[in-house]
């Protein structure tokens, strides 16, 4: 089973306020890219087209063994959300300053492809400098540790 793959830049450029599980149409040979973990969230977002949520950006690479009928590597994919919560996220979207970014893309207990995605706030050049300052002074704590 392939670990999950986590967007970190995600997290160094939002305030990431809330979180949510969703369901991603994918193709076959999209879904074995996946296993393999070919999969890279550079410029990833979330938009809305017709009371739909999807995401642009998301790069899974081409299957290695596909044939002619292979998948394109960067093509919009459809979101699959409940309605109350494709509606929360439109009122927080009309709201200034916040975005839709994917997290990580996993695969759940029942091995189908789920993609985490956050409601973000964008983060300040001084916030980013804080981030590095945390991070830093967290590894130097774990390395005393040691």
């Known amino acids: 089973m392939a670990k999950e793959m986590n967007n970190r830049q995600a997290y160094y450029n939002y305030y990431i306020d809330d979180k949510y599980e969703a369901g991603i149409v994918l193709l076959g040979t999209e879904v074995k890219s996946i296993r393999d973990g070919k999969v890279s969230f550079n410029d990833a977002f979330c938009m809305f087209e017709k009371n739909e949520l999807w995401v642009r950006g998301l790069y899974i690479a081409e299957y290695s063994h596909g044939t002619v009928n292979n998948h394109i590597a960067v093509h919009d994919r459809k979101l699959l959300l409940t309605k109350r919560e494709l509606k929360k996220l439109q009122t927080k979207m009309k709201e200034k300053g916040f975005t839709i970014v994917p997290l990580k893309v996993y695969f759940n207990e029942k091995n189908l492809v ?3 995605i956050g409601l973000g706030r964008g983060k300040k050049l001084h916030d ?3 981030t590095i300052k945390e991070r830093d002074t967290q590894k ?3 390395r005393y540790l040691k």
């Open 114 to 116: 789920k993609v985490e």
């Open 128 to 130: 980013k400098r804080e």
């Open 140 to 142: 130097e704590i774990k």
